[in-house]
């Protein structure tokens, strides 16, 4: 193989949340961490290339994005999902979550609904609820080791009138799925028949297994082109989530300007000069590594299952679709949240994110981040096993 993923790289002490920022959360940071959305991979070399350039050049004044970094993205989108998108469409961030906080106030009023299928990345409970709009619940049902969305739920909570905006996260953090396009399908023709926007946030979409592939929601009909924010970035896949850039599509014209008159009001559309740069690098010379990684993330989920399976049947792997932070179905202990979260910290020293903290239906399971170097993953899953398997 070309690129190398299984050199274990020493991540203390360069300000990394993953593994510097463990001890408000967990209590400790002592603990082998297997939490947050990163990977413990460097970039892309394409990518590292273009920033040494960049950087060798010294001089780091204002930056702005010109029509060959809206190409890179088109170019990227077309290439891996199959989905023509026109430029003129692009919008920033400075992040995916950014983005989310500025939809709820772009496209909503304090107290009106916003709606979200948990257990689901948190984040979107906080953005909804700091600007006092209500979070409107259409939990996912979990059956034959598959989540899947309720949609007779989702008609009769989108006739609330008060929900105005759908949190869409396609593929799913944490549940792994990558929704088909029947699915898509019929959740958007249920949210056009009420008027709502959905905000469909694809910041997963790269992290595809074997055979999967996705379906941008906004590609679906004309009716969801029209409602749909779409965010992205190439922070997941290429790990450059530190430099801090995403991308909004937004095809509706009414949409796209209530988005921009918040980004131009908040004096947030300058960016990164690295940021701008590594999304560049990564969209337009990254396909190579990044079905490389795939490949080896592919192996860490096979290395799970069987480990399991020969060590620790009390505890199952959601087999993810997409993404790099699958759930592991703990329910068979009988143990709450905050106890399995205890258990993992203090008898096992590793540190997972609680499948409570991404609200209903989250109890019971933790989700592992599996982007690591074998080694890790190997030394994480014994540490599992330690914690659990005596009790
Ligand atoms: C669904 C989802 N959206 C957004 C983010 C973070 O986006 P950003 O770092 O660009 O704000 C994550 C990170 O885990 C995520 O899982």
């Known amino acids: 193989m070309r690129y190398d993923f299984d050199t274990v790289i020493d991540r203390r002490n ?5 593994w510097d920022g463990m001890a408000p959360l967990f209590g400790a940071d002592d603990l082998l961490p297997m939490w947050v959305a990163d990977m413990d991979f460097k970039a892309p070399p394409e990518v590292m290339e273009a920033l040494r350039e960049r950087l060798d050049h010294g001089v780091f004044g204002y930056t702005r994005r010109f029509e060959p970094y809206r190409e890179a993205i088109a170019g990227w989108f077309l290439r891996r999902h199959g989905w023509q998108i026109d430029t003129a469409w692009i919008r920033h961030a400075p992040g995916v979550v950014p983005a989310l906080a500025i939809s709820i106030m772009a496209f909503t009023q304090p107290g009106e609904g916003v709606l979200v299928q948990p257990p689901v990345y948190y984040p979107f409970f906080s953005t909804i609820r700091g600007r006092g709009r209500t979070v409107v619940e259409n939990p996912l049902k979990f059956a034959g ?10 008609e009769r909570k989108l006739d609330d009138s008060a929900v105005k905006l759908v ?4 593929p799913h953090n944490p549940v792994g799925r990558v929704w088909s396009p029947e699915e898509l399908a019929r959740f958007g023709e249920i949210c056009a028949a009420r008027g709502v926007v959905v905000v469909s946030d694809e910041i997963h979409c790269d992290i595809l297994y074997r055979g999967v592939r996705h379906t941008p929601l906004a590609s679906v009909s004309d009716a ?17 989530a530190g430099l801090a850039t995403a991308a909004v599509i937004i095809p509706s014209r009414r949409l796209r300007d209530d988005y921009q008159s918040l980004v131009d009001f908040m004096h947030i559309d300058g960016g990164n000069v690295f940021g701008a740069l590594a999304l560049r690098a ?14 080896y993330l592919e192996g860490n989920l096979d290395f799970i299952e069987s480990f399991l399976a020969e060590r620790l049947p009390s505890v199952a ?20 949240g905050p106890e399995l979260e205890r258990l993992l910290v203090e008898r096992g020293k ?5 499948g409570h903290w991404f609200g209903s239906g989250g109890d019971g399971f933790a989700r592992i981040n599996i982007a690591t170097p074998r080694a890790l993953l190997k030394d994480g899953m014994e540490r599992i096993a330690s914690a659990i398997g005596g009790l």
């Open 14 to 18: 360069t300000d990394c949340a993953k």
């Open 145 to 154: 080791g598959r989540f899947e969305m309720d949609f007779d739920d989702l």
């Open 167 to 170: 949190f869409l996260c396609s």
């Open 224 to 240: 969801m082109r029209e409602s749909t924010v779409t965010t992205v970035a190439p922070s997941k896949t290429f790990n450059i």
């Open 282 to 295: 990564a969209y337009e010379k990254g396909d190579e590594w990044l079905d490389a990684l795939l490949e």
């Open 317 to 336: 792997l959601v087999r993810p679709e997409g993404t790099y932070v699958p759930l592991l179905d703990c329910r068979s202990l009988g143990l709450s």
């Open 350 to 354: 590793v540190a997972l994110d609680g």
